[in-house]
């Protein structure tokens, strides 16, 4: 299983860091991931510091990137997605199929239409919400869901 992490035209620094924490990228593991791929954006410099200091063998595949023309190949190879909120991010990965969905709202951004979007698809069942706190336990829980 593979997942891909995405944050957008930005840079999203809290999803970054916490997804490319040792313990995030350890856990993994116990969900059968073998590969992870970051659209990482201006995070990059999280990116860069987190993944020099990951310290356990080399259990998964690790790749990332600031930008590129489409992503369109990075969501149809992931099992799961680990989202930014934007609107066009979101459709994108629901328009592929048997993909899981996680979305972390960017708080840090002006106004909370993001959230009342990803809310309301959360709502729908179509992805998970989740804060970045739980983006590990949201993943695990949904990597459970057939």
Not at 59 to 83: F, N, P, R, V
Not at 99 to 127: C, P, R, T, W
Request: overall charge neutral; aromatic content about 10%; proline content about 1%.
């Amino acid at each position: 299983m593979s997942v891909f992490i995405t944050v957008g035209s930005t840079g999203f620094d809290d999803l970054i860091n916490a997804t490319t924490s040792n313990s995030f990228l350890n856990s993994l593991s116990f969900i059968d991931i073998k590969k992870v791929s970051f659209q990482y954006g201006s995070s990059e410099p999280i990116f860069i510091r987190n993944l020099q200091s990951y310290s356990e063998k080399p259990i998964l595949a690790i790749d990332g990137y600031k930008y590129k023309s489409s992503i369109t190949e990075d969501m149809e190879h992931a099992d799961i997605i680990i989202s930014h909120a934007g609107a066009g991010t979101i459709l994108q990965a629901l328009r592929l199929t048997n993909k899981k969905l996680v979305i972390v709202v960017n708080k840090s951004l002006m106004d909370n239409h993001q959230y009342e979007l990803a809310k309301a698809i959360a709502e729908k069942g179509y992805a998970i919400l989740s804060e970045i706190r739980y983006v590990y336990t949201s993943s695990i829980e949904f990597s459970k869901i057939n």
